[in-house]
């Protein structure tokens, strides 16, 4: 029996975050756990910016509790042979959370803090 396409999608998921795939069964908020992210998968046809809101405070909510970051991938099914891209929705709380490549230290948006940024741009032409 072929593997149901929410299953695949999650394992997909959990090799995009390096982590594990909880199973279906287990009923808990969480879908996809890996050092460092917990996430909630979700493969639909729609879904509203108000659910997809509810779905980040309810994964930021079990993140804090587990000492982590959380994060809702979201792919829309638009039929057989109709692709569309995988998204990664977290909070800007979230994102300000991510710390810098180079040193780190906090970031405020990227992948780097602002004086690691200004060091890497400073000697770029514009």
Known sequence: MPDKPFKVFERQ???LLDGTRYPA????????????????CKLV???SLE???????QIDAEADQRG???????????????ESPTLLVLSV???????CDSCGGPTKRGRLCGRCAERA???RKT
């Open 13 to 15: 998921c959990a090799e």
């Open 25 to 40: 069964n287990t009923g808990g908020p969480v879908d996809v756990e890996s050092g460092e992210w917990i996430a909630q």
């Open 45 to 47: 046809h729609e879904l």
């Open 51 to 57: 659910r997809l809101t509810q779905l980040v405070e």
């Open 68 to 82: 982590k970051r959380g994060c809702v991938l979201v792919k829309c099914r638009r039929g057989r042979g109709k």
């Open 93 to 99: 709380a979230t994102w300000g959370a991510v710390p």
């Open 121 to 123: 741009y400073s000697g």
